[in-house]
C-alpha cells in the first residue's frame, strides 16, 4: 500500500521515540536531520521512560528503540532506513 505524497507546503509529522544510551537513537536523530533539510518536518522526540514513550512501546509492540512514527503510523523502529523514510515522505513507499 502506498502512502500519500504530503505536500511541500505542509510538515510531516514525525514522532522519535528514543532512550538514553540508544546508538541506533543518534543514527536516526541524524536520519531526520539530513531529510529535513529537503522535506519539512515537524519532529518531536520523546523519552521511552515517559508516558508517552511507554504508551507507544504499549500500542506498537516494538523489541527495541529508537521507534519512528510519521503521522501518527509506525515507520519503522531500530535502524531506520533515510531511503525508505524519504520514499514514503514522497508518497512512493509503505
Known amino acids: 500500500m502506498n502512502s500519500p505524497a504530503i505536500p511541500l507546503s505542509e510538515a510531516a509529522r514525525v514522532e522519535l521515540v528514543t532512550s538514553p544510551?540508544?546508538?541506533?537513537?543518534?543514527?536516526?536523530?541524524?536520519?531526520?536531520?539530513?531529510?529535513?533539510?529537503?522535506?519539512?518536518?515537524?519532529?518531536?522526540?520523546?523519552?521511552?521512560d515517559s508516558p508517552a514513550?511507554?504508551?507507544a512501546l504499549a500500542r506498537w509492540r516494538v523489541p527495541f528503540p529508537p521507534i519512528l512514527l510519521v503521522n501518527g503510523a509506525?515507520?519503522?523502529?531500530g535502524r531506520i532506513s533515510e531511503r525508505k523514510l524519504r520514499?514514503?515522505?514522497?508518497?512512493?513507499g509503505d
Open 21 to 48: 544510551g540508544c546508538h541506533f537513537c543518534g543514527h536516526a536523530r541524524e536520519v531526520l536531520d539530513r531529510v529535513a533539510t529537503d522535506v519539512p518536518l515537524e519532529v518531536t522526540e520523546v523519552d521511552l
Open 53 to 55: 514513550g511507554r504508551a
Open 74 to 77: 509506525l515507520f519503522g523502529y
Open 87 to 92: 520514499a514514503v515522505l514522497a508518497g512512493k
